[in-house]
């Protein structure tokens, strides 16, 4: 696995090890343990403006992938999945609302990016497909935390 994380934002301290670690665990389990990602921290500002510029939307969010697998050159280079980039901003707040801690957000986070960078969607699709990308989600965070994927 390649692995490129950068940290462009002062709100909370990331721990490059520990995010490491989680996401051999979570490309493992998808059997994509050769892949290369890059994975950026920011700020809600800078989130927002990413949002407006590729996405047409003027509001901040709480993750964003590009996936470097999709369109006419998606063939290029099939071990290079994409790019993920989080708002720890907003991740803190969602924490909050959803009863974990940061750390288990930010992981929550980075699953919900790998997935969209592998193909699954919840958004302008069916209700299969997103229930499909939900239980995933599920999975995966039952498995790096060795706990009830009822949880979140």
């Given amino acids: 696995m390649k692995l490129q994380i950068k940290n462009s934002q002062n709100k909370i301290i990331i721990d490059k090890r520990k995010i490491r670690s989680t996401i051999l665990k979570i490309l493992k389990i998808l059997d994509c343990a050769d892949k290369e990602i890059s994975l950026s921290f920011v700020d809600d500002e800078n989130i927002k403006q990413l949002n407006k510029e590729y996405l ?88 790096v935390y060795g706990c009830d994927a009822g949880l979140i």
């Fill in 56 to 143: 047409r939307r003027n509001r901040s969010t709480n993750v964003l992938s590009f996936s470097l697998r999709e369109g006419e050159y998606g063939d290029i280079n099939p071990q290079i999945l994409g790019d993920i980039i989080i708002s720890v901003e907003t991740a803190q707040k969602d924490a909050l609302n959803g009863n974990l801690t940061v750390s288990q957000e930010i992981d929550f986070l980075i699953i919900h990016g790998i997935l969209h960078l592998l193909g699954y969607n919840h958004e302008n699709t069916t209700r299969k497909e997103t229930n499909k990308m939900r239980q995933k989600e599920k999975t995966l965070f039952a498995a």
